[in-house]
């Protein structure tokens, strides 16, 4: 996902040169070489969305929002989150909005108000009523904004800490871990950010393969709304493992999966990374009880996967489960019990023979008897050159750093706190197969939440993910985001003035 568009643009009077975006040209008439990638700049413009975040009258939900401080980004500019209708999905019944206060949509006005690059802003609601929302940023607000929407639930389905990142927008989404089981109340939420509407097919697969969903094909989601469906109204089928796909036809969506339990709690499944033959589920917690893979290849062929374990000392090789096989269209589960025993850990797929394109995530369960709670972890991309994570603690936040193929140097920054403070930098060595629990840098004079930015010093690739706790009534709450790219640069390519076109 976050796929790249490149344009050429022609025009018979003039050639334009913008900031953001480059136009790639083939080869002159007279030879000349294409261009080449010169730097990556800041983004001039960024969009999110954030999920409504409960069905809950007793929910209590914070934003918090952030923009690292990004050198050449532009002086001016703004961002804003703005509520997004809710409208039901005809024939499904999954909706939440009767579930709030007499079924009426809300207008609320947005929850907080973005600060300066380098600096947090918080905001907070309460109850079932609180919409999704729809975000912009542009200009020095752009580049690596960042929108972390955090929920606690003292009792009731889904009690505990649920957490999610905003995302951007796409047109294709994968969520193993999903399920349409009794025990289990899943919401997926689909919103659409654009004047025109989106139509989404939403496809579901077990154990044995496709399952019957007649009612997720050609939906449609009305412009600037947010729709949560249900997903046991899309089928007849009871699965304790479900994998979704939400493809779009038209338009385009944000799209999360909100998975509720009564005895377990709840979190938010968040999009797992595209299908590839070697994955990487970053920062499962030391105290983890019960640990289970969730995988799904959805080629013509069979994926045989090694699983090996990133743990403090090196990879090793889960007793029991050390490979995994993947049936062509089928979701396949496996429990791995408590793997990471008391230590740091990252799961690592790779291929045991061909590789064949997988995507998986983790369901993690953490205390014992009726005091446990659940979290996901999707395999993700790496960091790559920047990551951010909003809304950590001194008390409440753990980091995780992997480096499953080479050791590396990373950079960590704590922003200043959303009351005040200073930022604080850090840097860590990662050994090659080894994940770590870095004692992150809080800002000196910290007030309030803070901001992290992960920043890669050298080339192994490094994945990351952030832990929240919050225990309370002894149900030891927590959830888990990955962080991928913080999509706060782009790369633009050299061009060379050739005059050639304009005769073409």
Request: aromatic share 4%; charged share 15%; hydrophobic share 35%.
């Amino acid at each position: 996902m976050n796929r790249t568009t490149l344009s050429l643009i022609a025009g018979a009077g003039a050639l334009a040169a913008v900031t953001a975006f480059a136009a790639l040209a083939g080869p002159s008439a007279s030879g000349a070489a294409a261009p080449t990638a010169a730097a990556h700049l800041p983004v001039e413009r960024t969009s999110l969305l954030c999920p409504a975040p409960s069905v809950s009258d007793i929910a209590d939900t914070s934003y918090t929002s952030f923009t690292p401080v990004t050198q050449g980004a532009a002086s001016d500019g703004k961002a804003r989150l703005q509520p997004a209708a809710e409208e039901s999905v005809d024939g499904t019944g999954g909706t939440r909005q009767d579930k709030g206060k007499g079924g009426k949509k809300t207008t609320a006005e947005p929850v907080l108000t973005p600060k300066a690059p380098g600096t947090p802003a918080t905001g907070d609601t309460s109850g079932a009523d609180a919409p999704a929302l729809i975000g912009t940023a542009d200009g020095k607000f752009a580049p690596g904004w960042t929108v972390q929407e955090t929920t606690e639930i003292a009792a009731g389905t889904g009690r505990g800490l649920q957490g999610v990142t905003c995302t951007p927008a796409d047109t294709e989404f994968w969520f193993p871990g999903a399920s349409t089981a009794d025990s289990r109340t899943d919401y997926l939420h689909l919103t659409n950010p654009d004047d025109s509407a989106a139509v989404v097919d939403v496809e579901l697969y077990g154990k044995n393969g496709a399952i019957k969903s007649p009612l997720g094909e050609n939906l449609t989601v009305k412009p600037h709304t947010s729709e949560p469906i249900l997903l046991s109204t899309l089928t007849d089928e009871r699965q304790d493992d479900v994998t979704v796909h939400v493809s779009v036809r038209s338009g385009r969506v944000g799209a999360t999966v909100q998975a509720l339990d009564g005895k377990t709690g709840g979190d938010w499944l968040a999009a797992a990374a595209d299908p590839a033959g070697s994955l990487v589920l970053p920062g499962i917690p030391k105290d983890a009880t019960d640990v289970r893979l969730i995988a799904f290849t959805p080629g013509d062929a069979d994926a045989d996967l090694t699983i090996r374990l990133a743990s403090p000392s090196g990879l090793i090789t889960p007793a029991g489960n050390e490979t995994l096989h993947v049936k062509s269209g089928m979701t396949t589960a496996a429990d791995l019990g408590p793997v990471t025993r008391g230590e740091a850990g990252s799961l690592v797929l790779t291929p045991t023979d061909q590789s064949v394109p997988v995507v998986a995530a983790l369901q993690v369960l953490r205390g014992k008897g009726a005091n446990q709670e659940m979290a996901f972890i999707p395999a993700t991309a790496p960091v790559g050159t920047r990551a951010t994570s909003a809304d950590n603690s001194a008390k409440g936040t753990t980091l995780a750093l992997t480096a499953p193929t080479g050791t590396a140097k990373v950079k960590v920054t704590a922003s200043a706190g959303s009351d005040g403070g200073t930022a604080v930098s850090k840097t860590y060595t990662i050994g090659s197969g080894t994940t770590q629990n870095v004692e992150a840098p809080t800002p000196s004079g910290q007030g309030g939440t803070y901001a992290l930015t992960v920043e890669p010093l050298t080339g192994a690739p490094v994945y990351a993910a952030r832990t929240l706790t919050a225990t309370e009534s002894g149900i030891p709450g927590f959830t888990v985001q990955t962080l991928p790219n913080d999509r706060g640069l782009v790369a633009v390519p050299k061009t060379d003035e050739d005059l050639s076109i304009l005769q073409k």
